[in-house]
């Protein structure tokens, strides 16, 4: 959902671009501590990763160049917010 929001905020931005200011945005918002990355078990429990901020940037960006494409909602990471 976060890079289609970004990829609508800059619509001339070219596919680096949008990763790179997605990645931005991800990284305040887990550095904050406002958000936790992780995924689904097939129990449909949220798993939380337990890879430092840097890390999971890195796994997010590797998985993104992976698909070579835009991500959809799940695909790679879910996030949650911290109260």
Known sequence: MLVGDVR???????????MSYTIEILDGLLTSKKIVAGNFSEDKEFCQWKNSTIDTLER???EWVALGRDPTIGEIVWFTVIE
């Open 60 to 62: 997010i960006r590797e």
């Open 8 to 18: 609508r905020a800059i619509p001339d931005g070219n596919s680096a671009q949008v």
